[in-house]
């Protein structure tokens, strides 16, 4: 922000993420403490009732002011006639949090006993999920898990993997075939925040299902399960407006209620400006609104590309959310004034004299479509204020972090030094749990740093690559990667059966001696560091030992992303 | 006009897309493979695997450790010593360049195999004929590059008229060179001329090439004579044979 990259073109925030929709799943709240559209998840303390949330959750200054239009429409979207004035909007139907629902803290109340049920679909968390053997001890405490994916996985497997007797697993495991991409349709989310319509491109193999039919049967068939219940508890699934066909979902249906309708007519809404508080409109996630702005105009599907040698807008080429808006913030492409601070790069810039609808002059114009009151003129109050989420309309320098705001080093939980920067020796929020099997090892006994890290021939847990013959000819065995110092220390040689254990659990391994990695020296003391790819499991085509048998069960203080990159074992030939 | 690839081991990541779009556009089966303390594998070329990525892990004089790729194939040699020996005509020059193979006429012979200055050619024991990259004449001669190329995501193998390629390729060189980079240009002159051009940043050795790779014909062309000759009286004895069998139905 300091240097002017934000708000210009070719410049702004641009996530790398890791999966094509990734920023498609975010938005549409795969996570735990959001609902679509970045609304918060309400809360058994703070938000009590609808008005508490509202009061507690909408800003007094800024865009988000906006936010009892959303959260109001999303509650009449999901609820439909349900959702009244007189009962907050059907509000109570939606679950409160007590607590932290993210990944790590899931598997320790399964690891608990805590939880019965677990449906996982096209993840597999045996293989990628860190202290694997706490994450496959904590399945066969569940009553019935529910696989669905393109091949058995090692979740779905877990009761008859390695050290596991089948006869003491309770767990009922049910696998359903799944339809990969190019066997259904629906859309993707691009990290610039373009919705791309993807059509099917096959149908899928025996009885595999996409996810909409699985989602679809999930909820009519529960709703039939629950039909004529007056328990409490069963009204928000039946009051849930489902109506999407009986087979495979009605997909464009499903876009259509996210975009958003006027309760009154049906008709959808242009964007998300449409939506109010009062009950009159339904919008499933108000960030998609204006992607289906009138009936049968998906604007996902729409394919117009600027010419190569043009500024990229592609205002023309699928949705992206907000209002098609291509660069966010894009006021502050242009100088206080309102002119382009790149001319040849401008995206939006203040004519004074261009007319406004209601017949009145001055607006932005450009390529793109203004972050940013369209009338409102460069010297009114607020008119320099390009960041129009924030109260202040300022950008921040300091984001809201747990441990923040100042950056502090901090080692990770297993490190073989002392911090050195630091009196503190980790982050202090960072989340460590307590169960049996959640061991941290000491430098004493685990000298070695490891690092675990992906391969260009395999995806994530490998449950597709690992049964595709291509890419098991290219990347066959799990190995383990270390310098020609560590390999001459410990007598083994380029090629040798290696055994690396944590304090949580060992791999076997080839390894891989090479002059890619070398030892540090810090301080008077050499410390090794070893790199174990973490995409096998014990089914498939390419067998091996999982990498996240060794990897501790940490997580950040922000996001609890897991602890899998720095951590401590010790490597023996064998 | 001759037409070429252009592989430059500057810009390839050793993503082994090439690798596997080969076998794909082939039909060629995987291998079974172990890790033999190497990214690479298969360990190499052979009837299953036309292109392989050759990974070679080299140290600098400043002690800097580097991660070379090289995709490896067919070099398509102008002076093609596989060529020059085979009896049968089964390898045959297609008129842009490329050593094509018609395996409907081979017979298995190997004189190719034994012939092939770069080791590329290879015996596959299941058909009992020679195997090879051919660069791809079925999309070539429709308008397509070879299949290894369309699927390189950074632009390190390119296809087109072999001039092309060069000037492009000596460009490369020059712009290497003010990096302070100490690159080679490999097949402009190699056995008059291949129809696969490499941009090195090692010496060629250092990828397992030779440095100056020989025609083999004189040592081997005595025993394809011989093959031809044996050839010829086989086929005669088989006519003579047919004709006996033909005589002894007619009686």
Redesign the interface.
Known sequence: MLLGNIGVAGGGVNALRGLSNVQGSTDMALLFHILPGYLGTPTRKDHPTLQAYLEKETPKAGYWVNKPKFFVSLLKAWYGEAARKDNEFAYQYLPKNSGNYSYLDLFEAMYAGKLNGFIVSGQNPAVSGPNSTLERKALERLEWLVVRDLFETETAAFWKGPGVDPAKVATEVFLLPAATHLEREGSYTNSGRWLQWKWKAVDPPGDARSDGWFANQLALRLKKLYGGSRAPKDQPILALTWDYGDGEPNLEKVLAEVNGHTVADGKPVKSFAFLADDGSTACGNWIYSGVFPAEGQNRAKSRKADPPESLGINAGWGFSWPANRRVLYNRASADPKGQPWNKEKALIQWDPNAELPDGKKGKWVGPDVPDFRPDLAPDAKGGGNPFIMRPDGKGGLWAPLAEGPFPEHYEPVESPVRNLLSRVQFNPLAAIYKADLDRLGDPKEFPIVATTYRL??HLHTGSITRNL???????????CEMSRELAAEKGIK??DPVLVKSARGEVRA???????LKPFKLGDRVVHEVGIPWHWGFMGMAKGDSANLLTPHVGDANTRIQESKAFLVDVRKG | MARAILVDTSKCI???GC??AC??WHSL???????????E??RDLSAKTWRKVKFV?T?AQDGA?R?RFLSDACKHCTDASCLAVCPTGALLRRPWGAVDLNQDVCNGCRYCVAACPFGVVTFNEETGRADKCILCPDRVEAGLDPACVSTCPTGALTFGERDDLLARAKRRLAELQRRGERPQLYGERELSGLHALYVLQEAPEAYGLPARPRFATASVLPGSLLSIAASAVMGVAALVAFRERRARKGE
Do not use: H
């Open positions: 260009t021939e013959p291509w890419l098991v000819e290219l990347m066959p065995n799990l190995f380029n090629g080839v390894a891989y001696v090479t002059g890619r | 050793g993503c082994r690798q596997v076998k794909q089966k995987a291998e079974p493979t172990t890790f033999w303390g190497t990214y594998n298969p892990e140290v450790t991660w």
